[in-house]
């Protein structure tokens, strides 16, 4: 991605896209100008991309504004020198608006695309569909797509898409059909979920944004709830140690362990809390496993707990802020009564629930939801996909996923993968970007979710910590590179934390 994307934290779905384009031009700017400036855009981004002494490009045209964009591209490099062949996908009579504008001003070599001959090329635009395809691509579309493909394989040169590849749903990431694999995808204003969400991530390949003459005051009327995770959107409520402050300022996060064969996820999710910030870590231990976790812990602390009983009665000290249970603590009842009395506490207590603590309730999910709603603090679920289906419905896009999960559970879901979605109940979306393939390793769940119950404990808002902790668990794999295991990802922590502040 273009790093200059990553300071526009807004992701904006088709519709709204649509909307601040109709509240532009209902504000005075005539919609062509805004594809001047889209079309110039793409010419530059053909021309940065164009092989050394490269000179012919094949600009594939759809029906609507994405192929007016690709009319005023071939313009402007025809203008510019370069031998430019434009090729339409249906009847150039029917174009409308801007778009037929934009083709009138073109006065060089049109062809249908169907029939243009890429062995010549150079570089080709796709310009076929934008983000607001509403249907899957067949007949001739599907066989364009699939010889520009075939071209680009066979060829090794480049592709380069407007706005997204066409194919490519803008709002879900999903593949209509087929869709072009692009080299570079330009868009405008803002991101579009899909630029982000897989597979439509691998198929944009670079993501360049460009500044068309939208303002940002037109944010203010279609109030997007969907943000890139980016620093820029929890920054503002990182805790940070205060020069007055002391440990317990900084909270106190509970971490739970396994039997004596399976503690180390836990002590990798209590040392994950304490790097994230918080001011003191326990892990509580069956007693059969209290030996091999006091072998392993230093700046942890540690203490027995047997049952959901011994757990209630530690939780009215009010300082233990923070609970973190799931992570190789084994499936059943037992696990089911932890988390339980963990969200029957008081004291405005953040609850972590992630793996086995998840996988427990498959079959109660309604006691579940219920025990969440009823709980004074905040609480957060980190499952993968396959855990997701256990206790949601796994049907729609991720983003759509994770907000029902969040409404109907009252939880805020983070709902991990490559493309990492965190969805509050009131409506807020955050989706990652860039996470390191890396993280797909035993163990960095397990991190992840300490991350979140560390940043919990020094009471950030559980929207901010989870989309906090994706990305910082994301940073500490790129910081520490090649050969990661989980064990390297809370001792990257320190260098992310270096870079943010």
Known sequence: MDASAQTFRELLPPALMAEADRLTIAAGKP???????????????????????????????????????GFVAARILREQGFDVVAGLLGDRAKLSGDAALAADAWTGRLT??????????????DALFGAGLSRDLDGRARAIVER?????????????????????????????????EADTSVTFFRLKPGHLLMPGRINCGRVVLEQIGIGASVLEAIKPQCFLNAPQLWKTVLPL????????SRGHALAFSGPLHRTGAARLTARAALRAGAGLVTLLSPSEALAVNAAHLTAIML?????????????ADARLNA??????????????????????????????????????????????????????GPVVLTPHDGEFARLFDPQGSKPQRALRAAQSSGAT????????????????????????????????????????????????????????????????????????????LPEALPSVWRDLV
């Open 31 to 69: 919609g062509i100008d805004l594809m001047e400036r889209a079309g110039r855009a793409v010419a530059d981004a053909v021309r940065q991309a164009l092989p050394k002494g490269g000179r012919s490009i094949v600009i594939l045209c759809g029906p609507g504004n994405n192929g007016g964009d």
């Open 112 to 125: 249908s695309a169907a029939l243009v001959d890429l062995d010549k090329a150079d570089i080709a635009v």
């Open 148 to 180: 520009l493909n075939l071209w680009r394989a066979t060829t090794g040169r480049k592709v380069i898409a407007v706005d997204v590849p066409s194919g490519i749903d803008g709002e879900t990431g999903a593949i209509r059909g087929v869709a072009v």
């Open 241 to 248: 140690p205060r020069v007055d402050g002391h440990k317990y």
């Open 303 to 315: 203490a027995p707990c047997e049952d959901a009983p011994q757990l209630s009665g530690m939780l």
């Open 323 to 376: 609970i973190v249970l799931g992570p190789a603590l084994g499936i059943g009842a037992a696990t089911r009564d932890l988390a339980l009395a963990a969200l029957a506490s008081r004291h405005r207590r953040a609850v972590v629930l992630d793996a086995d603590a998840l996988t427990s309730f498959s079959d109660q999910r309604e006691t579940l939801f219920a025990a969440i709603r009823g709980h004074d």
């Open 413 to 488: 879901i983070l709902l991990k993968g490559p493309d990492t979605v965190v969805a509050h109940p009131d409506g807020r979306i955050s989706i990652a970007t860039d996470l390191p393939p890396a993280l797909a390793t035993a163990g960095s769940g397990d991190v992840l979710a300490g991350i979140v119950c560390g940043l919990l404990a020094q009471s950030m808002p559980a929207f901010e910590a989870a989309s906090a902790a994706v990305w910082m668990h994301g940073a500490a794999a790129r910081a520490f590179g090649p050969g990661l295991i989980a064990e390297d």
